[in-house]
């Protein structure tokens, strides 16, 4: 029987094309990204691999399913897109050694720096692949070794289906699987751990977490940090380890003060994320930067924070704050 696909083919049907395709939008999206570390060019790139799609749609046999097809273009589209270009790292993937808060802050433009995806923009089906730490992971990898891993690992590709996408042999997409795993391992770089999704304890320790930025309450956030804590900021270069270290930079270099810094929920890589504004002087809150929190237990262990006003608009977070936008908690005294 004529699949739907095959028999809007032979019309060149661009609305059967649409209505089939982008079914599989946010995966694909989550696949583009997990390949760039780059939420804007995994964005650029979906859009190319439906244009790739739409030319060759009148050639699609049905010899394997729509997702498969259309994932065999995205990886190549993503492989062409990289080749060349600079892996996207964290400052903690720099290879520099932790900052001391008295150290001057860099920021670094021209750096590529991974990025944060929101949760709502793709399909986060296997949390743990979709981690900041797992991409940050991937990005030490040369591209054809991160596609067979994410095809293999991720997708649970055969070695036969992974040959075929990227027109090579089963036996070199096991050596290169091979070599994935050791370059991970030697670097120390791992899926992370995935918590569940968060219990009653969490969610009341991240508000108080939300009211310790709003207080500025620097005793409170090291508290609610764990005694190794990581805070990283792109684009500035450096990146602190340890509660105190992180309280004293908050405290020190941070400019807001008590009730200017309100945050707003969100969730990032399947992780907790928040969108810190900062106060104006026309009354106003303006977009700062968007916290992206590894928890361990009831602390957090880890905050990257991504000083990229962008972002705001592609976590759906309002560009602008008034006062009576703020939630009832914030604005309440404590």
Known sequence: MTSKLEAAAGVGNEDEFRELANTHRRELLAHCYRMTGSLHEAEDLVQETYLRAWRAFHGFEGRSSVRTWLYR????VCLTNLDGKQRRPLPS???TSDSHVG???????EIPWLEPVPDAAVVVTER???RLAFVAALQHLPARQRAVLILRDV??????EVAEALETTPAAVNSALQRAHAQLASAGLTEDTVEPDLD???EAMLKEYVDAFWHKDIDRIVKLLTVDAVWEMPPFTGWY???VTI???????CPGGVHDMPMLPTMANGQPAFGLYMAQPDGTYRPFHLQVLHLEGERVRHVSAFFDPRLFEAFGLPGVLHRADLPVATTSPR
Request: charged share 25%.
């Open 73 to 76: 273009i995205a990886t190549n």
């Open 93 to 95: 993937g720099l290879g």
């Open 103 to 109: 150290d001057e802050l860099v920021s670094d433009q």
């Open 128 to 130: 743990d692949s979709i």
């Open 155 to 160: 997708l649970r590709w055969s070695a036969k």
């Open 200 to 202: 009653a304890r969490q």
């Open 241 to 243: 380890q340890g509660n």
């Open 247 to 253: 309280g004293e930079l908050i405290d020190t270099q």
